[in-house]
């Protein structure tokens, strides 16, 4: 059983800075791990993923070279760096684990869901 807690959401105006972070509790270390977000009226979608090992990540293309997606697994904690943010950003961002082989950006593969944190960019 995982439990996943996500903080660092919050209000920025359009160029700015939000450092997300993810605390997992139970299995952590062996799993890949996924930030998947949900704006109003749209359908979630794929964001950033990170292999096991943090060796191989991949991200979605509206946000390539901006966000990083990074953990850390001594303290068992996923991260997502974002910058220069745009209004299109705003969304409710979740954290997830990946309990499937299959493609990284497919969100049925990922079997655990924080509750999310908010995320707004104001132009």
């Known amino acids: 059983q995982v439990q996943l807690v996500e903080s660092g959401g919050g209000a920025v105006q359009a160029g700015g800075s939000l450092r997300l972070s993810c605390v997992a509790s139970g299995r952590f270390s062996s799993y890949g791990m996924g930030w998947f977000r949900q704006a109003p009226g749209k359908e979630r979608e794929f964001v950033a993923a990170?292999?096991?090992?943090?060796?191989?990540?991949h991200y979605a293309d509206s946000v390539k070279g901006r966000f990083t997606i990074s953990r850390d697994n001594s303290k068992n904690t996923l991260y997502l760096q974002m910058n220069g943010l745009k209004p299109e950003d705003t969304a409710v961002y979740y954290c997830a684990q990946k309990d499937k082989s299959g493609g990284v950006s497919s969100a049925g593969l990922y079997n655990y869901w924080g509750q999310g944190t908010q995320v707004t960019v104001s132009s």
């Open positions: 990170i292999n096991w090992s943090g060796g191989s990540t």
